[in-house]
């Protein structure tokens, strides 16, 4: 059970717009649309952003989107804005085993 | 407003057994539609899933942990629960107790609880 494959950081200038990708298996992200997005500041704790590949929590600005295409899932941020800045983590349930696997995080900068 | 809170010791010798208590106000642990899950981040590092527990009871382990762990629930006082045996520098992270939806995402999480293994 391999940790999802994440670029380990990105960056954009303030409203740009920028994605990081999630990249498992059929296993996982290829084979359910259980795929999450998480953000965490420095010393807080993690904040879903996007569940089930593409859905927002109320009051997660529109401007955070989600997709999947294969076994990769993406988060799409647009109009950056400095706030954005944090880290970026994915997740995918993961059912042979009926496990949840993160991936290894994307620090994300907005110039 | 759901709120969850880790409580445990700061700091566990090694081989010992790590015990932390989440405590879950502003809704009920027996409801139906969520699990409880653990999460642990070592210093520096990423997210690390450790295992969720059902209101049934049934509970659900990281394969590359399930040797060493042990999740409850204690009904009586909203709490669940987690057992994490013999303890390695390795297990040293902030552990953070989370609600589990029905699609594996954790929608409300507790604020984290820092559990340093030394001696």
């Known amino acids: 059970q391999s940790a999802l494959t994440q670029p380990p950081s990105a960056s954009g200038s303030p409203g740009q717009s920028v994605t990081i990708s999630c990249t498992g298996s059929s296993s996982d992200v290829g084979a359910y649309n259980s795929v999450s997005w998480y953000q965490q500041h420095p010393g807080k704790a993690p904040k879903v952003m996007i569940y089930e590949v593409s859905k927002r929590p109320s009051g997660v600005p529109d401007r955070f989107s989600g997709s999947k295409s294969g076994n990769t899932a993406s988060l799409t941020v647009s109009g950056l804005q400095a706030e954005d800045e944090a880290d970026y983590y994915c997740?995918?349930?993961?059912?042979?085993?009926?496990?949840?696997?993160f991936g290894g995080g994307t620090k994300l900068a907005v110039l | 407003q759901v709120k969850l809170q880790e409580s445990g010791p700061g700091l566990v010798e090694p081989s010992e057994t790590l015990s932390l208590t989440c405590t879950v106000s502003?809704?009920?642990?027996?409801?139906?539609?969520?699990?409880w899950g653990w999460i642990r981040q070592s210093p520096g590092t990423g997210l690390e899933w450790i295992g969720s527990i059902h209101h049934s009871g049934g509970t659900y382990y990281n394969p590359s942990l399930k040797s060493r762990v042990t999740m409850s629930l204690d009904t009586s006082k909203n709490q669940f629960s987690l057992k994490l045996t013999s303890l390695t520098a390795a297990d040293t992270a902030v552990f953070y107790c989370?609600?589990?939806?029905?699609?594996?995402?954790?929608?409300?999480w507790g604020q984290g609880t820092l559990v340093t293994v030394s001696s």
């Open positions: 989370a609600r589990g939806t029905g699609s594996w995402n954790f929608d409300h």
């Open positions: 502003g809704y009920s642990i027996i409801s139906r539609d969520y699990y």
């Open positions: 997740s995918s349930f993961a059912g042979n085993n009926n496990y949840v696997v």
